[in-house]
């Protein structure tokens, strides 16, 4: 039986009395900036700095704004996309210069992209992924004035290979590249222009994620031959790559996490369809009515205006 002299667990519960309440707003910037830290931009500038004038200062520091992440919008509307785009600009004005990693998948355009590259020369994680009103040459513009870049998605962005090579070569520090294409159907389109690209100029990438791809046993084995610190590399649904004359072995052997093109893509964050064409140089020349082939469509609904 417990000690008589033992605390009881109710007198060791701090009491509060009717009327009583923890003032949020007394709490120390730094215990306030690590609590705010944890909410979105859009949550920080439409709800959180309105709180008070003590949040709104904590909002307001520089150091907030080390990590823009404009994800979860959810459908937006003309007008709402227009709306994050001018709170996207804002955050970045509000870093001064300090912004390392951002996220503004779905809502980016050059001119979004080159606003934060003029701004941010410190940037390190980047995120375009859906931004399909980006153009490679924008694209191409703005990258080549983060030369500190370490990680780079740019899924179904228009992004030519010989921008890509550009890319590589601005941004010499490049660790992980995600560039997941349309999944087309099986040898209707060949190309190894990216995987050339990657292994010419991108030799020290670790994690590569190439969803959807066009490459063959030809490019896979370049950017085996030339990047030689990989360890992650994702071919789910580059229905061109053949593992064959020992490149199953190689993979086995270099790569610590391999996703072969088969692999379930379950995990995977957008919505995945299979192109069915004519065979043409065109791979948007003529999408197939067989009623195993959808027109892709990333965005998944009907109600986004752009």
């Not at 520090?173 to 690209?197: C, G, I, M, P």
């Not at 061109?240 to 391999?258: A, D, P, Q, S, Y």
Request: charged share 25%; aromatic share 8%; net charge negative.
């Amino acid at each position: 039986m417990a000690s008589s002299s033992s605390p009881s667990y109710s007198s060791m519960t701090p009491v509060v009395k009717d009327g009583e309440g923890r003032n949020w707003a007394e709490l120390p910037s730094k215990l306030t900036a690590s609590i705010l830290g944890r909410l979105d931009c859009i949550d920080i500038m439409e709800n959180a700095q309105k709180v008070c004038t003590s949040w709104r200062r904590v909002c307001k520091d520089p150091a907030m704004w080390l990590k823009i992440d404009m994800r979860n919008l959810g459908k937006l509307s003309y007008k709402d996309r227009h709306k994050h785009v001018a709170m996207c600009r804002h955050a970045v004005d509000r870093s001064q210069g300090g912004l390392v990693e951002t996220d503004i998948c779905y809502i980016g355009t050059d001119s979004l992209i080159n606003y934060i590259a003029d701004s941010s020369s410190n940037l390190r994680s980047l995120n375009l992924a859906m931004c399909i009103t980006i153009t490679s040459e924008g694209l191409t513009e703005a990258l080549v004035k983060l030369p500190l870049l370490e990680e780079l998605e740019v899924s179904y962005c228009s992004l030519s290979a010989e921008s890509l090579k550009v890319v590589g070569q601005s941004c010499p520090n490049l660790k992980t590249l995600k560039l997941n294409r349309e999944v087309l159907q099986r040898f209707v389109y060949v190309s190894d222009d990216d995987a050339l690209a990657i292994a010419e100029t991108m030799p020290g990438l670790t994690h590569l994620q190439l969803f959807g791809n066009k490459l063959t046993y030809t490019g896979l084995t370049a950017i085996l031959d030339n990047c030689p610190n990989l360890q992650h590399l994702d071919l789910r649904q580059c229905l061109n790559v053949t593992f064959i004359w020992g490149l199953e072995e190689r993979c086995t052997e270099r790569i610590k996490v391999l996703r072969r093109p088969d692999d379930s893509t379950d995990d995977y964050p957008y919505n995945v369809t299979v192109i069915r064409m004519e065979t043409s140089k065109d791979p948007y020349h003529h999408f197939s009515s067989d009623s195993d082939c959808f027109d892709y469509d990333p965005y998944d609904n009907d109600d986004v205006y752009y």
